[in-house]
C-alpha cells in the first residue's frame, strides 16, 4: 500500500483512498462504542491525523489499547470524512502495526505543558512537540529561500574554512584548534607555548566569520554566499548570543554600501514573504502560542521601507532622551536600550545604522572622507536587535595598511587579504546574516537557544 505523509492527505483531500501513513502517536482515547481514536504525527506538518482503530482489529487488545504517548505505528487503511468534531478527514485503519511501544511512566512528553527551559534539558525529544516541529519545519524553509534568493541573484555558493589560522576580525573570543598534550604542553619559555609542533604548525581555532575567504572570491567571481556555522567563545549569556550559530555571509564585486544595503532589505524580505507563502500553519501556531504579535510584525517588515540613518544622527536623536542607563555620547558602541528606542519608539520598523565611527569598527571596513567613521551598516529590527551587519570593504591599499598599522596589527598576517588590494582591487561590500536570530525573529521564539537544534553556550554542550 502506497506511503503518504500526512501533509499531502490535507492538502490533496485524499478522500476514499487507501493508503499507509507511519508517525508518532500523540494521543489515544478509547470510546465506550468498542474503538479507539489515534491522534498520529509524521512531522511532516503541524496538525496530526486522526485514526480509528476499531476493536475488531485483531491485536485491539493486546498493541492497541497499550499504545501511549511516544510510541510508533504504521497504519493502513482509507481515508474517510469524519462525522464529529473538528477534523474534516480521518484514517480508518484497516491494520495498526507498532514499530516501538513506549512508556507511559517514563516518557516525558505528556500532556501537560513543559517549560521551554525543561525541554534544553530533553533536546533528543523536543523535536517531537509542536513547536519545535514548526521551528524545524520555518529554519528549514528559511535555508531554502536563502539558497534561491541568491542563486537567482547570480551568487555562488561558496564553502570557506571553519578551521581558521587567522582571526579574521577580532569578532570575538576564539574556539583553539589543538591536537597537543594538554598534560605536557610544549613550550618555548614559561607561558609560551611553541605551536609549531601542533596540529598546523600553527596556531588554529574555529571562524568567527567566512568573510575574508570569501573576499577573495568575490573578487574573482564577483558574487558569493557562504552559509556556515560560525564559532565565537564570548562569554554572553543572552538570550541572543550562542556559542555556535550560522551565518549568512553575501560578498559582492563592484558594490558600495547603499548597494549592500539594498540587498540586506530585499534579503530579509524575500525571505518572510517565502515563510509567510511556505508555513502560513506554522506562523498561525507561534502567532497563537508564542507571539501574538508575530505576524503583525512579520507583516510590517515585509510592508515597509526601512528607515536608513547614520550613526551620527542617532546619537542626535537618543541624546533627546535622558531616560538611558547607558549615557549616551558619539563614539559608544550602542546598547540594546538604545537599539529598541530606535526601532521600537522613534521609528517603529526595521532601521538600518550606517556610518559608524571607525574606532568601534573592524580594520576591513571602508573609511569615510571625514576620517572618522567607516561604510558601516548594521540593520536593527524591532525586538530582536542587530540582525546583520555588514560594510563596504577597504579596497585601497595604503589606508587599509595603515588601518592595520593604527591597530597594531602585523600586516604580515594579512598578506593574502592585502595582496587583493595590490592585484586588481575594485570596490566591494557584503554583510554577515545571523541565521539563528533570523528564526528568533520569524518564530517569536523569546530565546536563541530554542532556534538550532541543538545549542552550544557557556557551560553546556550536550547532545
Ligand atoms: P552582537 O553585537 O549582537 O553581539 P556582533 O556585532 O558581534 O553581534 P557581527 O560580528 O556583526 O555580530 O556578526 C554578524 C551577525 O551575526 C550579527 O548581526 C548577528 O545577527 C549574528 N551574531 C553575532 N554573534 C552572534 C552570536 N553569538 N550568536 C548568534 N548570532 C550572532
Ligand atoms: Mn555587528
Not at 489515534?38 to 476499531?54: F, H, R, T, W
Amino acid at each position: 500500500m502506497q506511503q503518504f505523509l500526512i501533509r499531502d492527505i490535507y492538502q490533496k483531500q485524499l478522500v476514499n483512498q487507501k493508503l499507509c501513513v507511519n508517525g508518532w502517536v500523540k494521543t489515544r482515547r478509547d470510546s465506550k462504542g468498542g474503538f479507539s481514536f489515534l491522534e498520529v504525527n509524521d512531522g511532516s506538518c503541524l496538525k496530526n491525523l486522526q485514526i480509528i482503530a476499531e476493536n475488531s482489529l485483531g491485536n485491539y487488545h493486546d498493541d492497541i489499547l497499550n499504545l501511549f504517548p511516544g510510541s510508533s505505528v504504521k497504519v493502513e487503511g482509507t481515508i474517510v470524512r469524519s462525522l464529529g468534531g473538528n477534523q474534516e478527514i480521518e484514517l480508518k485503519a484497516e491494520s495498526v502495526n507498532v514499530y516501538g511501544f513506549s512508556d507511559v511512566t517514563t516518557y516525558p512528553l505528556q500532556k501537560q505543558r513543559i517549560s521551554f527551559e525543561k525541554l534544553r534539558e530533553i533536546a533528543h525529544l523536543r523535536a517531537r512537540t509542536n513547536t519545535f516541529g514548526a521551528i524545524t519545519r520555518v529554519r528549514n524553509a528559511l535555508s531554502f529561500a536563502t539558497h534561491r534568493f541568491f542563486q537567482e541573484r547570480n551568487f555562488y555558493y561558496l564553502n570557506t574554512p571553519i578551521i581558521t589560522t587567522s582571526d579574521c576580525e577580532g569578532a570575538g573570543q576564539l574556539f583553539r584548534v589543538t591536537t597537543l598534550d594538554m598534560q605536557n604542553l610544549p613550550m618555548n619559555k614559561p607561558g609560551n607555548i611553541n605551536s609549531q609542533s601542533d596540529f598546523f604548525g600553527e596556531e588554529a581555532s574555529l571562524t568567527v566569520s567566512g568573510q575574508l575567504e570569501a573576499e577573495t572570491y568575490a573578487c574573482a567571481l564577483g558574487r558569493v554566499y557562504t552559509f556556515g556555522p560560525t564559532f565565537r567563545a564570548e562569554n554572553s549569556n543572552t538570550s541572543r548570543h550562542l556559542a555556535e550559530f550560522w551565518m549568512v555571509e553575501p560578498e559582492m564585486a563592484f558594490a558600495d554600501l547603499m548597494q549592500d544595503i539594498t540587498l540586506a532589505e530585499d534579503y530579509l524580505k524575500f525571505l518572510i514573504n517565502h515563510l509567510l507563502n511556505q508555513c502560513k500553519e506554522d506562523l498561525e501556531f507561534f502567532n497563537l502560542h508564542i507571539e501574538n504579535t508575530l505576524l503583525e510584525q512579520l507583516n510590517n517588515i515585509v510592508n515597509c521601507d526601512f528607515v536608513i540613518l547614520t550613526y551620527t544622527d542617532a546619537i542626535k536623536i537618543l541624546s533627546k532622551h535622558k531616560k538611558f542607563s547607558f549615557p549616551v555620547n558619539w563614539g559608544m558602541d550602542l546598547q540594546s536600550e538604545h537599539e529598541q528606542f530606535l526601532t521600537e519608539i522613534e521609528f517603529k520598523k526595521p532601521v538600518v545604522l550606517t556610518d559608524y565611527p571607525k574606532i568601534i569598527k573592524p580594520f576591513y571596513m571602508r573609511v569615510n572622507d571625514d576620517g572618522k567613521t567607516v561604510a558601516a551598516m548594521d540593520v536593527l529590527l524591532p525586538k530582536i536587535g542587530e540582525i546583520i551587519g555588514g560594510s563596504q570593504r577597504e579596497e585601497r591599499l595604503d589606508i587599509l595598511q595603515n588601518r592595520l598599522k593604527e591597530l597594531g596589527q602585523n600586516e604580515n598576517n594579512y598578506w593574502w587579504y592585502l595582496d587583493l588590494r595590490r592585484f586588481g582591487t575594485v570596490p566591494h561590500s557584503g554583510f554577515g546574516l545571523g541565521f539563528e536570530r533570523l528564526i528568533k525573529l520569524c518564530t517569536g521564539m523569546g530565546n536563541i537557544r530554542d532556534t538550532i537544534p541543538f545549542p552550544r553556550v557557556p557551560g553546556n554542550a550536550k547532545f
